[in-house]
């Protein structure tokens, strides 16, 4: 009776002992409380925990791929749009993840979702469309700033969809029309203000040289004869100019 329960007690004990060694890999480590007080943090490798005077918590340090959900946001001229983003973040604390907030994954999903709403309302929907690596890294210090006392690094924020309804997408493409219009008047206009000045640099130099001015007036007559169609109506003061005499008075 006695050896049965000496050989009990023998295997109960080696039962404990197999069960308090607890192997971390590279990537993780161990947060180990004492008597519900915390100890210490260990790993990676082979660790000892006491049963029932030791528990110990496992932490991974990887970095974290967390979708945030499609938000409604109201941007700042009042534009109502449905943004989602993709966050990056990883634990460099263990301890204070797992003893400054309960459930920091779900802590930090939380978080981004009301970031994202907040700083994407302080802008113009202009601003969404066209400057999202600014507004990303917005986005990723206001977390991280926040996160910080939690042991977690928010390393990036993308923004991935910014979705329009048909309405607002039909007054861009409008909007987008207008200005293609207004630029090529613009553009039109200075070509008219570039050649005027050019005429009037070539008036100048032609009136310089009475010479220059009739070779142009034969240069004119050899165009318009090319067209064996056309009837030409010459001025005679024209004529007259070109012969080198006075115009006949009228």
Known sequence: MILGMGSGLLLLALLLVASSF???REYQRGVVFMLGRFWRVKGPG???????????????LRT????????????????SVKVNAVLYFRVVDPERAIIQVANFLE??????????????????????????????????KALDAQTDGWGIKVSNVEIKHVDLNESM?????????????????????????????????????LAQQPEAMQLR????????????????????????????GKAPPA
């Open 22 to 24: 607890r192997i971390l």
């Open 107 to 140: 802590a930090t999903s939380q978080l981004a979702q009301t970031t994202l709403r907040s700083v994407l309302g302080k802008h113009e929907l202009d601003e969404m469309l066209a400057e999202r690596e600014r507004l990303n890294l917005d986005i990723q």
């Open 217 to 244: 007036y034969m240069q004119t007559l050899t165009q318009i004869a090319g067209d064996k169609s056309s009837t030409i109506v010459f001025p005679m003061d024209i004529l007259q100019a070109l012969r080198g």
């Open 64 to 79: 974290v791929v967390m979708d945030v959900p499609t938000q409604d946001v109201i941007s700042h001229d009042n534009v």
């Open 46 to 60: 082979l660790i000892l925990v006491i049963p029932g005077v030791q528990q110990m918590v496992r932490v991974d």
């Open 169 to 205: 997408i039909r007054a861009i493409a409008r909007q987008a029309e207008a200005e293609r219009e207004r630029r090529a008047k613009i553009i039109h206009a200075e070509g008219e203000l570039q050649a005027s000045e050019k005429l009037l640099e070539a008036a100048r130099m």
